[in-house]
């Protein structure tokens, strides 16, 4: 295998692990944006809490990383509904600086509650045994855990593309996104729809960030250092669609990884350049409601 082409390969397989956490924790921000039209800043806050139990789970207690997975997506799931239920609804429908003040206010409380019980330094990520070390594809070796992570990351795509397309509950989400009062015009519970919807964007949130611990760090600091990663795919693909966040995250995960690797002096700025060229180009993102 030449050099060149081994390159492109390293840059695809790694740009693709990264383009699957990112999406995994964007897509519930595309969708209750779409949805509530709330600018919640602070949806990264809930990576870093997925991340953080899971690490503590697994390098404190011992817990199995299946289990652990799964604590971290309901305990996130649950966190998110208490705040819904205790802040956000109060300003649904409400002025868009008050909901940039709010959650930015979280992502600072969420700083100093992480620093306070966790310390200020990156939480160490140990993948499970069998997940360690490579895994040989035959012309080349990939990194076992990052393959399971694309893996992984495909099923939960497919998983909730299926259950956003053919459930009834799929069908409720996407015609309150579409048209909200329309929506509550033939029965739709949308108070109950926004809070079950908000919660699953969440417990993917903190699964996403469970999961890609080991690619973007767990520290107090993961909200803010990572926003703009969040924002630049939520914005790219379009508010309230499920394939516009994919296909953003795999141009943004794969891009990023690309430049950073090439031309890694000029770090993100590619990436900003893309993304403010994709806006002008298309303002509403590659797959926003017109």
């Not at 997975?69 to 609804?89: C, D, M, N, V």
């Not at 795999?250 to 700025?269: M, N, Q, R």
Request: glycine residues 14%.
């Amino acid at each position: 295998m030449s050099n060149t082409f081994a390159a492109f390969v390293s840059i695809g397989f790694h740009g693709l692990a990264f383009a699957m956490v990112l999406y995994l924790i964007s897509v519930g921000l595309s969708v209750t944006m779409g949805m509530m039209g709330f600018v919640n800043l602070a949806h990264g806050v809930f990576a870093m809490l997925g991340g953080y139990v899971l690490t503590s789970l697994m390098s404190r207690m011992g817990v199995p990383f299946g289990l652990a997975l799964i604590a971290a997506f309901l305990a996130t799931a649950l966190g998110s509904l208490i705040l819904e239920r205790l802040l956000y609804r109060r300003l649904y429908g409400g002025d868009e600086l008050d909901q940039v003040l709010l959650t930015m206010g979280l992502i600072f409380m969420s700083v100093a509650a992480a620093t306070y019980v966790w310390g200020p330094l990156q939480q160490p990520m140990h993948p499970p045994r069998w997940l360690s070390g490579q895994l040989d594809f035959g012309f080349r070796s990939f990194p076992g855990y990052r393959s399971f992570l694309i893996l992984c990351g495909a099923g939960l795509v497919i998983g909730l593309w299926l259950g956003l397309e053919r459930t009834r509950f799929g069908m409720k989400v996407r015609a309150a996104v579409d048209n909200l009062r329309m929506a509550q015009s033939v029965g739709i519970n949308t108070s109950r729809l926004f809070a079950l919807t908000f919660a699953l964007g969440s417990g993917l949130a903190g699964l996403g960030g469970a999961l890609g611990a080991d690619l973007l760090a767990i520290n107090p600091s993961y909200a803010l250092d990572n926003l703009v990663y969040f924002l630049i795919v939520v914005a790219v693909g379009g508010l309230g669609s499920i394939r516009g966040p994919f296909i953003a995250a795999v141009l943004i995960g794969i891009a990023d990884t690309g430049f950073k690797y090439l031309l890694p002096e000029l770090g993100a700025f590619f990436i900003y350049a893309l993304t403010m060229a994709l806006l002008l180009w298309r303002p509403r993102g590659l797959f926003g409601r017109a």
